[in-house]
């Protein structure tokens, strides 16, 4: 587990981070975001004690990374946006090397192959690094992060460089090892970090500035309530009885999308949930509801309004619930 406790780190009058606290548990995949300048890179240059914190605390499964760094830097293994290669090795001596470099106690012959085998650069086992596409040399940087088997993963743009099906492929590794690892994943590809993460931590001018799941970000951001159905059937009619729907703001058709089927905007009162009432009116009416989708915020639109806001702070579930129970008290 990870626990960040009111980090704060200054260059004389500039607050790079300031007062940020959040925890990453055990088998959690936590997606960190951040313009550039946010304090996001400095954040984690601090959890893997790269740099010092000017106050607070980062721990590394119960370690504090300051004040025994070589026991807390043996539960990680890190993949920075610049993977630390040795070029003029080859793939299998640098990673036997790294082996050695963490003092690994397991089988080397097995536990190299299986590392070699989850980020599928065995095929260039033998093959000097500087030779390797830039694909192949950040598998090879994933590679020795998950030599020795660390419980925490830091990965910083892990899929840089990557093809498509490359992509997809790391992707799935993420998301296998978050059941056994904890991790967090930095990438600038939003659309990543929505398929892979558990929640999202998005940090702005040094501060935490979102802190939740997507879908729960999505709803708190957006002030959009609105569904799109796509229902095959007389337009009028259907209009006439989605408009009967307890909740409802308005309902407008759109253009015919195939041949007799037309696409219908729906809007309802904040807190209103119409999808079950909108199905039983398409099944009483026999009228075949062929697509239902939320126009709620996508997560770059999410990142995007909390970045560019006006100094808009998203706070997470736990912290809402506090908030009531203060207000209540």
Not at 46 to 51: A, C, K, P
Not at 238 to 267: C, F, H, Q, S, T
Not at 299 to 323: C, H, R, S, W, Y
Request: proline share 5%; aromatic share 6%.
């Amino acid at each position: 587990m990870i626990e960040v406790r009111n980090l704060t780190k200054h260059y004389g009058d500039k607050h790079a981070v300031n007062d940020i606290s959040f925890t990453v548990e055990d088998g959690e995949i936590l997606g960190f975001l951040g313009p550039n300048g946010a304090g996001k890179s400095t954040t984690m240059n601090m959890l893997t004690g790269y740099i010092s914190s000017t106050s607070g605390q980062a721990l590394i499964n119960g370690v504090d990374i300051l004040e025994d760094p070589i026991k807390a830097k043996s539960f990680i293994g890190y993949l920075p946006e610049q993977p630390p290669l040795y070029l003029d090795m080859t793939v299998k001596g640098y990673l036997n090397y790294i082996f050695d470099l963490k003092k690994c106690k397991l089988p080397r012959k097995a536990h190299l192959k299986e590392v070699m085998d989850l980020t599928k650069i065995t095929d260039v086992q033998e093959r000097l690094i500087k030779n390797l596409s830039k694909g192949y040399k950040q598998r090879v940087g994933l590679a020795q992060a998950l030599v020795n088997n660390p419980p925490v993963l830091i990965l910083d743009e892990p899929t840089v460089g990557l093809d498509p099906k490359q992509i997809l492929e790391i992707r799935t590794l993420i998301k296998k090892l978050g059941r056994n690892h904890t991790v967090i994943l930095s990438s600038h590809i939003l659309s990543e970090i929505q398929a892979v993460c558990d929640r999202i931590i998005i940090i702005n001018h040094g501060v935490v500035a979102a802190h939740d799941t997507t879908d729960n970000l999505s709803k708190n951001v957006s002030t959009d309530h609105r569904i799109i159905a796509r229902i095959e059937g007389p337009k009028d009619e259907i209009v006439r009885a989605l408009r009967d729907i307890d909740g409802i703001k308005y309902v407008k058709a759109d253009m015919e999308r195939e041949p007799g089927v037309y696409e219908y905007e729906l809007e309802a009162v904040p807190g209103t949930d119409i999808r079950r009432d909108l199905f039983e009116i398409a099944r009483r009416h026999d009228w075949p509801l062929l697509a239902c989708r939320s126009a709620e915020m996508t997560l770059e639109d999410v990142f995007l309004k909390i970045t560019m806001g006006e100094g808009i702070v998203i706070p997470n579930a736990e912290d809402q619930a506090d908030a009531k129970k203060g207000e209540k008290a």
